[in-house]
């Protein structure tokens, strides 16, 4: 319950730092020896395919899955013994759509307002930036089950932002949106993120996204990174890796490619089993 | 499909942009440690009676079962005078019974609310708060308490239009708000920590409807403790519920009671509640 009060060097520390991160469901490791760097300031991608360990790697980070001392850092603070100050670093959307369906738009932000400790003389006004800042500033008095599935996205964006986090994690923020609703979601991060210089971990399945919108992006599979840099690094990777292979590829290769590169094409028993699959339907469903 | 270059992202504010978000670029500063379980608390107040007031069919819904349970049932016992009430009419012994028994009925099924939230997502949201969960736990029992005070009023009030004597002592009907409160504190951490166990609603739904009626019959809600044979007894001893109604029947009708010992059973027995339901919720969000 300690204040953040910068321990000496947090000023540099990276904002995630995973080492050797393992996670266990029963005697299957969905995150296995995870070792991932999340620079200041950047927008950082998480790819794989289903049943990577995407999200059991975010639920780590975020506090919400218990790990051992030293394997996950925030800023600098450590997931196992400093909860509370990572916890008041984040802002975070799950994967799931995860507006309080019975309650308002401004009211659902509100309430994120509150448990963050924003003072009541700053509560209102706050609330209504976040949300003006999402572009709900119509429909903040309409309950959130009138929403589209782009609307509660945006408006759980002005959930996480209204504590003006410095590090913001959205798992798979684009999941069953239509195009302009997914670009609207991912302007809105941007807009957001040029003004307060936070840092962005993000999960997506569209590789169009992640090569348009992120830094860097890490490739996951079977709960390691199995590839990592930039996009553009990353196809040029594969370009070279074809060539010297001698492979007579017309197009120079896409992020796409790169995709499947790393996790095989083709059906892989191992991953996606039907859990994933359910909960990705739940999920597109919930949304349309 | 992927041509287009990452556009340049100065950390730059541009200041067009930058307007009309000031606010969202500076952090709260944390609550000093005590004041951040009042303020939990308060938040999940706020939630449950802004959701009171978008959707009232709960509210309406749930005041039949008490009406009719005083109507029929206190109507015709005030008449055949079968139970000893100390001498005031049966409807009259009834209603803090009633009152008591329409609380704890909100509070044990509030662990659904806790599994929905759950499934939807926003548990894990919340969990990602500054709070820790004895505060959060804390304060969804305290909302279940204002949900069940919010009920307790509509039975009141059915009670007074069926004639009952209340008492409108401003001081008595305060603590009659802290003894529902508490009282569903207790339930709901209950229920919260079966929600813990079971995790799924329909078992919870299940061991809830196994669970209350033989609170409500093992109790003083419906006759006094000396009518019951002696296994009852002892039941009723061990039964938070007798406690509650015990305070109510004194507080709202002048009977005798235990004011003192009745506070002191439902928070003692609130408090492990609490502590086992937050011990749980990890399971929860897992
Ligand atoms: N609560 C759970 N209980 C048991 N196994 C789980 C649980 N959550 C995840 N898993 C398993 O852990 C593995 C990783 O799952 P995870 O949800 O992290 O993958 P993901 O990369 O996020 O996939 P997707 O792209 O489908 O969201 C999968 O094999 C999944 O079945
Ligand atoms: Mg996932």
Redesign the pocket.
Known sequence: MTPDTAPPGTARADAVACAGLTYA?GD?N?VDGLDLTVRQGEVFGLL?P???????AIRCITTLLPVPAGMVRVFGHDTAGDRMAVRRLLGYVP?QLSADAGLTGRENVALFARVFDVSRGERAERVTQALAAVDLAEAADRLAATYSGGMVRRLELAQALVSAPRLLILD?PTIGLDPIARTGVWEHIGAVREATGMTVLVTT?YMDEADQYCDRVALMHRGRIRALGTPAELRAGLGARRSAAGAAHKAPPTLEDVFRDVAGSGLDDEA??F??VRS?RRTARRVG | MSEAPAAPRAVSADPARAHGIDLLLKPPPPRAGWRLLPARVGAMCAVELQKLRHDRTELYTRAVQPALWLLIFGQTFTRIKAIPTGGIPYVDYLAPGIIAQSAMFIAIFYGIQIIWERDAGVLNKLLVTPTPRSALITGKAFAAGVKSLVQAVVVLLIAALLGVALTWNPLKLLAVAAIVVLGSAFFSCLSMTIAGIVLSRDRLMGIGQAITMPLFFGSNALYPVSVMPGWLQSVSTANPLSYEVDALRGLLLGTPHHLASDFAVLFVAAAPGVTAASALLGRLA?
Do not use: L, Y
Request: charge should be neutral; proline fraction near 0%; hydrophobic fraction near 15%.
């Open positions: 469901f299957h969905a794989g289903n049943g990577a360990g995407k999200t059991t994967q798979e399945h996606g089993d859990r994933d990705t | 897992r």
